[in-house]
């Protein structure tokens, strides 16, 4: 949302190191664009929690959006963080889309809904499974959803018509990493996203976006995943990235 609401000059970003391990995330610079911590110098992501809070007992998460004049954090929830950045930046004087409007709200809301439970955390559900039954539920609805992102997709150029919205936003961030990690690393490997023709087709639209390829770094993503996750991976060993053409032709815009 950053890049495409054009905030590079209002919100700096800072990216954290991919592995996270008994500390958490780690402010370490040994990783390509893993660049540190420019604010406070801090080692652990948990520091800058505790700066925000001494108490603080919450789950240590990523992203999190800082407010640099209160020193403090504004939101570490990836929905909500998006939702502040479209429309703290839209009005009349906007030279950015608004990607939440008003008239398809209730879309919107209605396709987070079912995205989110059963593809942005479903991946997950299956993944981090400890029982077959949890694995088998779980992988089912992922690709349920799936299918249905790409039926809706195949009638249109978007989720909810002709026009980007954060509804596209969110399911797009699990479609990038599906094929690299999801797939292999959390056993969800009944479809590529590359093997639905729509869908591959979307994701290829939405990445050739001003600014978008920017916010992709894959080898950062492998890493994290097949790193990190040792209980899943134990040796710790770091397939890919797979070759992809993403800046193919999508044949998706209007007209």
Not at 117 to 131: D, E, H, L, R
Not at 183 to 206: A, M, Q, W
Request: hydrophobic share 35%.
């Amino acid at each position: 949302m950053r890049q495409l609401k054009q905030l590079q000059e209002v919100i700096s970003v800072s990216v954290v190191h991919p592995l996270m391990l008994e500390n958490g995330w780690t402010f370490a610079r040994d990783f390509p664009r893993a660049d540190g911590d420019p604010l406070y110098r801090l080692e652990y992501l948990y520091q800058v929690y505790q700066k925000a809070d001494p108490q603080a007992t919450t789950r240590v998460t990523v992203p999190v959006l800082w407010d640099k004049q209160q020193e403090t954090i504004v939101s570490n929830e990836s929905a909500d963080i998006v939702r502040m950045l479209n429309t703290a930046f839209t009005g009349n004087n906007a030279v950015t889309p608004d990607y939440y409007p008003q008239a398809l709200r209730p879309q919107i809301d209605a396709l987070n809904a079912w995205i989110y439970p059963q593809i942005n955390n479903g991946v997950y559900q299956a993944g981090f499974a400890t029982t077959q039954q949890a694995y088998d539920s779980a992988a089912e609805a992922v690709f349920d959803g799936l299918d249905k992102a790409e039926e809706i997709l195949s009638q249109q150029r978007y989720l909810t018509g002709e026009q980007l919205t954060e509804a596209d936003i969110r399911l797009w961030t699990t479609l990038i990493r599906f094929d690299d990690v999801y797939v292999t690393h959390f056993k969800c490997h009944r479809r590529r996203i590359s093997d639905y023709p729509n869908l591959y087709g979307y994701l290829r639209d939405i990445y050739q976006q001003p600014g978008i390829a920017d916010t992709v770094d894959l080898r950062h993503i492998c890493h994290h995943y097949y790193r990190s996750h040792s209980r899943l991976n134990p040796a710790g060993i770091v397939p890919g990235p797979l070759p992809h053409d993403w800046l193919a032709q999508h044949h998706r815009a209007a007209g």
